[in-house]
């Protein structure tokens, strides 16, 4: 049990409530955040305007069929960026499949959801709101809503000039949102950069059965904590996971790691949110 707790504190540790503009910075290769890493899509981070703009349809419910749901109804700031359900629900009020998964340091990502099947972020942005079971809003009708108003007609010909407001532009806004959703300076991160009074006793011995004994960074590796691949950790709840977007045995019932930044904030757990407690996910993989 007391190994247990040191390892729950580890990850306490590896936590920081902390949004900020991307910026050019440095930082130790393994374990902090190194904001000058992130791949732009045009190789220079977003103005402060096409944030602004990412931001505000980050928290419009227009982007949802009936006005309910936005993009932070299920990824809430004030829930970690989920939702707090083990499945969350569509703006038509059905239930979801799978576990919200938080949003922090996603600016690293190379593939999103959990099962991989977008291969940026601007996909994966545009695909809740397409999807009938989530916003269930088509392009075309959000198109025609979203210039009926005055502020993002402006906004998106200022941002992305004539190409203006079109579909590419929606996924490219609240990507350029998303990148600036950055946890860094934890406890762990000052202390990997030589504060050795950041974590207390107890996170440094969870952090060495963390990379050690318990080999947690085995698919919980660098500084967002994920291997960014896909493993299947025995549930047995019957989705076949990354295996329907690349058929294969090895691929069945594997979901992609998720990032620890955070992982306080969010509960509950796993890709069907079937463990409420970090206490829980420990005790889940050391039997």
Known sequence: MKLKRE?????????????????????????????????????????????????????????????????????????????GMAKGHGTMGAGLGRNTP???????STVFFWDGRAGSLE????GPIQSPGEMNMPID?????????????????????????????????????????????SPFDMYIQGDKTAMAPEAVRGMELFTHKANCVACHSGPNFTD????????????????????????NGAFKTPGLRNVVLSPPYLHDGSLGSLEEVIRYYNK
């Open 228 to 251: 960014e691949s896909f493993h299947n950790i025995g549930l047995g709840d019957g989705d076949i996971g990354r295996a329907k977007i690349v058929p294969g045995a090895t691929l």
């Open 7 to 83: 390892a729950l504190r580890f990850l306490l540790g590896c936590c920081c409530v902390q949004l900020c503009l991307a910026v050019s910075g440095s930082a130790e290769e393994i374990g902090v955040p190194d904001t000058s890493t992130i791949e732009f899509p045009d190789g220079h981070p977003p103005t402060n305007l096409e944030v602004d703009l990412g931001k505000t349809l980050f928290f419009d419910t227009r982007l949802s069929i009936n006005h309910r749901e936005s993009c932070a109804s299920c990824h809430n700031p004030d829930l970690g960026f989920s939702d």
């Open 141 to 185: 009708s959000l198109l025609f809503r979203l210039r009926q108003v005055g502020y993002y007609r402006n906004s998106f010909a200022k941002v992305y000039g004539k190409s203006g407001l079109v579909k590419e532009n929606i996924g490219k806004a609240i990507a350029a949102f998303e990148r600036t959703l950055i946890s860094k300076n």
């Open 123 to 126: 996909e994966q942005a545009l």
């Open 102 to 108: 938080h949003i922090y340091n996603l600016a690293w």
